[in-house]
């Protein structure tokens, strides 16, 4: 057979791309393919960290097999009929499931980035939080960035929905702007709320300037005072009718929360309903951290959260020592990392500031958290530390 002409060949595959295009403008979105590169690969902190033999809590577990391959552009497995948050504006999302009652299966929500929720920081103090063994108390995030059929999905929301007040109106103008500039729309996902999940407001003076402070005169605020005494394993404390938990584990466990809020340097936890607890299998209460995103990795440095506690959990501070010492000194390593700039990406931390500027605020963060504890340490001895 003869060759056709460059000309015609030229005719012929452009003809076949635009009949190809044409047929698929007319395939139902249920049945197209969603496109590639908008589905969750997987979760290199909490998977690093599996690989060298930590456990994580049933919860992460449960969440990470949840979303593994999730794609939001695949409109014939998820769809968004719900907006959520307070004076955030989230969508929630649903995985289509005929097999359930309700016709789908929660998948958590999508959080962008607004002036009342930073996505980063989201991420960076649930994986945070499993670097230091205490995923169980934290509400599981990921790092989720939405294509244009998502994107157009939660716009189209928006717009059904009568918002009200300054912060959620200067939000929705944000968000829509991000949509309005192309995808993708970065964010991250969160877990749907523990079903036993309340607000624990008494632990909070919400009257505080500036955006609250934490109770002074509450059993836990006191226990977390290196010149109180200590709490006792294996005392019941109840934090609110119907929730008793072990005096020791919620001390300590709110030791835990308060330290990481002062690594992302947190300032949103007291201006009410950002505390809360919730109960295990076998009923006991624990604190359980829904909504971290009040914070910001910024170019200043506020002591603030440091100053409110003095008593620390041993083991969480040698962990932070040992990240510290891994972001100083790379060539240590740290959890099969060698590039600090690679694992704060991978921590969270990816669509704000470059990942330079994001080793040298965590870096400094840390090195504030672990001089005040040394500080603390000399002044106290081992009171500072809970055993």
Aim: hydrophobic letters at 35%.
């Amino acid at each position: 057979m003869d060759r056709l002409p460059k000309e015609r060949t030229s005719v012929l595959v452009t003809g076949t791309f635009f009949l190809a295009a044409l047929a698929a403008a007319f395939v139902p979105a249920p049945l197209r393919a969603a496109p590639p590169g908008y589905e969750i690969q997987g979760f290199p902190v909490p998977e690093a960290l599996q690989s060298q033999g930590q456990s994580l809590s049933a919860d992460s577990k449960d969440w990470m097999k949840k979303w593994k391959g999730m794609n939001l552009e695949d409109s014939s497995s998820y769809t968004f009929k719900e907006l959520s948050g307070s004076t955030s504006i989230n969508m929630k999302i649903e995985k289509i499931d005929t097999s359930d009652p309700k016709g789908y299966k929660s998948r958590g929500s999508f959080v962008p980035r607004n002036s009342s929720a930073n996505p980063d920081v989201e991420i960076a103090a649930f994986n945070l939080s499993t670097i230091l063994g205490y995923d169980r108390i934290y509400r599981p995030a990921a790092r989720y960035e939405l294509g244009p059929i998502a994107s157009q999905a939660f716009r189209s929301l928006i717009g059904k929905y009568s918002i009200h007040g300054s912060a959620r109106l200067a939000n929705k103008a944000r968000i829509l702007k991000a949509i309005q500039s192309g995808p993708p729309l970065k964010g991250c996902v969160k877990a749907k709320k523990d079903e036993t999940g309340v607000a624990f407001d008494a632990i909070a003076n919400t009257h505080a300037a500036s955006n609250g402070a934490p109770n002074a005169g509450h059993p836990i605020i006191r226990f977390l005072q290196a010149a109180n005494e200590k709490p006792m394993a294996g005392k019941s404390l109840t934090l609110k009718t119907g929730y008793d938990g072990d005096e020791l584990e919620l001390a300590r466990e709110y030791s835990v929360i308060m330290t990481i809020d002062a690594i992302t340097q947190q300032w949103d936890r007291y201006s009410g309903g950002n505390v809360a607890i919730r109960k295990d299998d076998q009923g006991r209460a624990h604190f359980y951290m829904t909504d971290n995103g009040g914070a910001d990795l910024s170019d200043s440095w506020n002591a603030h959260n440091l100053t409110w506690f003095s008593r620390f959990d041993r083991g969480v501070i040698q962990k932070l020592a040992d990240l510290k010492r891994f972001l100083d000194t790379p060539a240590t390593g740290y959890l099969g990392y060698s590039d600090p700039e690679v694992f704060v990406t991978d921590l969270g931390l990816y669509s704000q500031n470059s990942a330079a500027i994001n080793v040298q605020r965590l870096r400094r963060n840390l090195g504030f958290v672990l001089d005040y504890v040394r500080a603390t340490e000399t002044k106290f001895g081992d009171k500072a530390y809970f055993d």
